[in-house]
C-alpha cells in the first residue's frame, strides 16, 4: 500500500500530484481510468477537504473548492481536461436512503471521478472498487495519506 506523507502541509500540493500519479491515470489528461471512486476516511480536522483541494486543483479545477458539508455534492470541471468532478461530504447524511435520493449511486457509477468524505455513513452504496483512503493526522502536525485494505 503507498503512503504518501504531507509534512509540512504547505507541501500538499505536490502530496496531490504524487496522489493523482499513483491512482489517477495522468496519460488521460485527469481521467480516471480504472479508479474513479475515492472513499476518503479520517477524524475531523484531519485534512480530508484540504487534500481533495489540493488534488482537484491539480487536475485543473479553477472554481473555488471548498467543503460541500450543507450542499453534500459539489460539482467541478477540470479546464484541462474538461471531466467533471464530484466532490461528497456526507458528514449531515443520518441515513443510507438521503444518499439514494440525492442519486449518489448515479454518480458513482459515471466514470467521472468522485471524491467522497465520510464514506462510513454511506457504505453500502459504494462501488467494490472504491479506492478507500485513510488521512491521519501525526502529533507533529504532519498528515499520512494511505490506501486501506478493503
Aim: charge should be negative.
Amino acid at each position: 500500500m503507498k503512503q504518501i506523507q504531507i509534512n509540512p502541509v504547505e507541501e500538499i500540493r505536490q502530496a496531490a500530484r504524487t496522489f493523482i500519479e499513483t491512482y489517477i491515470s495522468p496519460s488521460t489528461g485527469g481521467n480516471p481510468g480504472e479508479n474513479a471512486v475515492f472513499a476518503f476516511h479520517g477524524n475531523m480536522g484531519a485534512g480530508k477537504t484540504t487534500f481533495i483541494k489540493a488534488i482537484c486543483e491539480e487536475l485543473g479545477v479553477t472554481d473555488v473548492i471548498n467543503s460541500p458539508t450543507f450542499a453534500i455534492i459539489n460539482e467541478y470541471r477540470s479546464e484541462t481536461s474538461g471531466e467533471f468532478i464530484y466532490h461528497f461530504d456526507f458528514y449531515r447524511i443520518n441515513k443510507r436512503s438521503e444518499a439514494e435520493d440525492l442519486g449518489a449511486g448515479d454518480y458513482f457509477y459515471s466514470g467521472a471521478l468522485c471524491f467522497i468524505e465520510w464514506p462510513e455513513k454511506i457504505e453500502e452504496l459504494l462501488p467494490e472498487d472504491a479506492v478507500h483512503i485513510s488521512i491521519t493526522e501525526n502529533p507533529d502536525g504532519s498528515r499520512t495519506v494511505m490506501e486501506q485494505g478493503h
